[in-house]
């Protein structure tokens, strides 16, 4: 099991024994709350959550953003394996590849972030988070809980960035609205 981080927390993504990562996965994973039935029982509700990474330059400029509408960078390094519109299921219900030798050199922050398409709240969701993963050998090698309920529609979850010596994660989970990565645009530029 990797770190478990708290909002603000970051993580070097260096491997042990000084080896660099390669590939990573970004996993999101949501339940929908049951809520009552017409006659008192608990019923399922479907949610549709949308994970997307943008790629952001040394300058802070969007360059490419990959989401449920385009499932792959423009390089052809990030891929969406695609979406899920109900959260149902264990596991990671999105996930999002990068490979981190493959990304255009001019990148150097990736922010994954998470919007309610349909404009549902997060107070309808439970066990919401995110964990990044050795892609290689399947390692998970840090989590946040996303699980916040309250009245808004998404979060900017966290964020890669590259430096000299190699890439760093950063809890963020700042709270916003919208839904799609384009309404949370205003709430990424404060976190580059």
Same mark, same amino acid.
């Given at each position: 099991? @990797?770190?478990?981080?708290?909002?603000?927390?970051? +993580?070097? /993504? #260096?491997?042990?024994?000084?080896?660099?990562? %390669?590939? *990573?996965?970004?996993?999101l994973?949501?339940?929908?709350?049951?809520?009552?039935?017409?006659?008192?029982?608990?019923?399922?509700?479907?949610?549709?959550?949308d994970?997307?990474?943008?790629?952001?330059?040394?300058?802070n400029?969007l360059?490419?953003?990959?989401?449920?509408?385009?499932?792959?960078?423009?390089?052809?390094?990030?891929q969406?394996?695609?979406?899920?519109?109900?959260?149902? @299921?264990?596991?990671?219900?999105?996930?999002?590849? +990068?490979? /981190? #030798?493959?990304?255009?050199?001019?990148?150097? %922050?990736l *922010?994954?972030?998470?919007?309610?398409?349909?404009?549902?709240?997060?107070?309808?969701?439970?066990?919401?988070?995110?964990?990044?993963?050795?892609?290689?050998?399947?390692?998970?090698?840090?989590?946040?809980?996303?699980?916040?309920s309250?009245?808004?529609?998404?979060?900017?979850?966290?964020?890669?960035?590259?430096d000299?010596?190699?890439?760093?994660?950063?809890?963020?989970?700042t709270?916003?609205?919208?839904?799609?990565?384009?309404?949370?645009?205003p709430? #990424?530029?404060?976190?580059l």
């Amino acid at each position: 099991m @990797g770190v478990s981080l708290s909002k603000g927390q970051s +993580v070097s /993504l #260096v491997k042990g024994g000084g080896g660099t990562l %390669t590939k *990573v996965r970004m996993g999101l994973g949501w339940d929908a709350m049951k809520k009552k039935g017409l006659f008192g029982g608990l019923k399922t509700q479907s949610i549709d959550l949308d994970a997307s990474c943008l790629l952001f330059d040394s300058a802070n400029a969007l360059v490419d953003q990959v989401w449920f509408r385009q499932l792959r960078s423009t390089d052809g390094a990030v891929q969406h394996t695609g979406d899920n519109t109900t959260g149902a @299921g264990e596991g990671d219900d999105e996930s999002i590849i +990068v490979d /981190l #030798v493959g990304l255009s050199l001019n990148v150097r %922050t990736l *922010v994954f972030v998470v919007n309610s398409f349909t404009g549902q709240s997060f107070a309808q969701i439970e066990n919401a988070y995110c964990r990044l993963v050795d892609e290689t050998n399947g390692a998970e090698l840090a989590r946040f809980d996303l699980s916040g309920s309250g009245p808004h529609t998404a979060q900017v979850m966290a964020k890669l960035t590259r430096d000299q010596q190699g890439w760093t994660m950063t809890a963020i989970g700042t709270q916003a609205s919208g839904r799609t990565f384009r309404d949370l645009l205003p709430a #990424v530029a404060t976190h580059l």
